[in-house]
């Protein structure tokens, strides 16, 4: 016999939304069951502290914003529930979730669309970090529109295919919800002209530590300064970024990716002006704090965040030896593994490295001018390990005090350089193009070793020569391959067809760190 409940039938109002799972957003579906029962809220879904708190802001706010509060128990889920949920975005399509139930807002008109957003006990919308995977994410789901805090409007206009508005309070939701565009809609992108960057022509001397320079930049490869301290290093460090190509469209979505995710951290401003990133952490800073990581949201490091851009670490040997050898792998592959609990997340880190470090601890630029105990000076710089001086392409040395001028004439302007760097990675694209179909490289440092030393050989006369380096000791195999990249940059930027020997010698020359007039 079938017994038939005399209990009202279940009014399940549903939203949707998106979360993030390390710098990829997914979609999330949050529904609400409004039924008998003690008045109250619960939040199930596997949500983090800051979920689960919601269950206050979202009753006071929407108290607080006239609307009407559910007067008996209140069910919220959100699913798919075997992944995790962390931040304060789900506050927004939970109050809209409760609103469908109430029958405030018909199911239909919430067919296409989507909310993110954090709510004040007052009703207001605030901005929550990573948005821009968010909406790439609710684009890629079908989502039609979507609602965002406010504050994250800017970015998340940047985004194509999708309409975007943005809530300032509460209020808005339910004219929003039914097709009102009460909200904000999406500005006009900012134009990408920059700040002023630090320019190359403030910079007096140093041959051959600009050369070096132009070079890494031209060919995309790592670059190690040493020399005194006062000598330039952090200043050409700090310049890399202005001779490079701006980002074009694709590196700049992927960049702000990261910057979005990381809020405060980031520089949304200066990935939307096209500036490559440029971060320079402190000595003192931590494996996690490199890689990236944290408890519930993850939280980019700092090779995540100098994604194509620049990471310098400035006293190189004075960074932990574990933190450095943290570096060996991202420059390797492109990418940080962060190891959690249940699941492995892969954060893109594809930057170009500039360490610097002073010839010893007390910084004296000769050895019978040093001040250290004996044996010191040779055992500073031993800190950085062979693995990881082996993946640094070109090292120099920044002349001394002694060659220094105050009266010098100005070097060439950043802008100078910036078109010969443009003109060589051109080339370089061409050649590429001629020889494999839809080339993947974006520089010359990037082309794997073998695919480099079978298509795209130097002249014979100069393949010797990296033979007879790497026979006599003087050369790793990887070695070989970093400094035919040099040789292939440095036959770019002189405009020439092919390596010769005479460029292959000047690429071992600043691999190995003998170029020639160092330290002049």
């Known amino acids: 016999m079938v017994t038939v409940s005399n209990r009202s039938p279940v009014r399940v109002g549903q939203a949707r939304s998106v979360g993030l799972d390390g710098l990829t957003g997914i979609p999330v579906t949050v529904d ?30 929407v108290i607080n914003s006239g609307l009407q509060w559910p007067k008996s128990r209140v069910v919220v889920s959100l699913s798919p529930a075997s992944v995790p949920k962390t931040g304060s975005g789900f506050d927004l399509p939970m109050v809209l979730a409760i609103l ?18 954090e709510l004040g006990l007052d009703g207001t919308v605030r901005g929550v970090p990573g948005v821009l995977p968010m909406v790439l994410a609710a684009r890629e789901a079908g989502v039609g529109r979507l609602a965002v805090p406010l504050d994250n409007l800017p970015e998340a206009a940047r985004v194509p295919g999708i309409r975007v508005s943005g809530l300032s309070h509460l209020g808005q939701l339910t004219d929003w919800a039914v097709g009102q565009e009460t909200g904000a809609t999406a500005p006009e992108p900012p134009t990408t002209s920059g ?36 000598t330039g290093k952090s200043m050409l460090a700090e310049r890399l970024p202005g001779i490079l190509p701006p980002l074009d469209d694709e590196e700049q979505l992927e960049a702000a990716a990261v910057h979005s995710v990381a809020a405060e951290k980031g520089d949304l401003a200066g990935i939307w002006r096209r500036t490559r990133p440029f971060v320079a952490p402190h000595p003192s800073l931590t494996l996690p704090a490199l890689t990236g990581g944290g408890s519930g949201r993850l939280r980019p490091g700092a090779v995540s965040l100098a994604h194509h851009g620049v990471l310098f670490l400035d006293e190189a040997p004075e960074v932990s030896r574990a933190v450095l050898e943290g570096l060996r792998v991202p420059m390797e592959r492109g990418t940080v593994s ?27 630029e000769e050895p019978a001018e ?41 070097g060439e302007s950043s802008a100078v350089v910036r078109d010969r760097v443009t003109a060589a990675r051109d080339r370089a694209v061409s050649r590429w193009r001629g020889r494999v179909d839809d080339p993947p490289w974006r520089s010359t440092a990037d082309v794997p070793g073998p695919v480099l030393r079978r298509e795209f050989p130097a002249e014979d006369a100069a393949m010797l020569v990296l033979e007879d380096q790497l026979r006599r000791g003087v050369l ?18 002189a405009g020439k067809e092919r390596p010769r020997v005479g460029d292959v010698m000047d690429a071992v020359d600043m691999f190995t760190g003998t170029v020639e007039g160092a330290g002049q």
Do not use: K
């Open 195 to 230: 700040a002023t960057a630090p320019d190359l022509c403030e910079l007096t001397g140093q041959p051959v530590a600009r050369r070096a320079l132009e070079t890494a930049a031209a060919g995309g490869h790592h670059l190690w300064l040493s020399g005194a301290p006062g």
């Open 476 to 493: 790793s195999q990887r070695g070989v391959d970093r400094s035919l990249r040099v040789a292939w940059t440095l036959t770019d930027l």
């Open 338 to 364: 962060v190891e959690r609990v249940r699941r492995t997340l892969v954060l893109p880190a594809r930057f170009q490295l500039v360490i610097a470090s002073n010839p010893c601890p007390c910084g004296a």
């Open 100 to 117: 469908a139930a109430q029958g405030t807002v018909h199911p239909d008109d919430l067919a296409d669309a989507a909310v993110v957003g």
């Open 32 to 61: 609400c069951d409004i039924s008998r029962g003690l008045p109250g809220m619960n939040i199930v879904g596997l949500g983090d502290a800051a979920v689960v708190q919601a269950r206050d802001r979202v009753r006071s706010a």
């Open 370 to 410: 040093c001040l250290c105990r004996g044996g010191v000076r040779d055992r500073y710089l031993q800190r950085i390990s062979g693995p990881l001086r082996d993946r640094i392409d070109i090292i120099a040395t920044t002349g001394g005090h002694r060659a220094a001028t105050v009266t010098g004439e100005p």
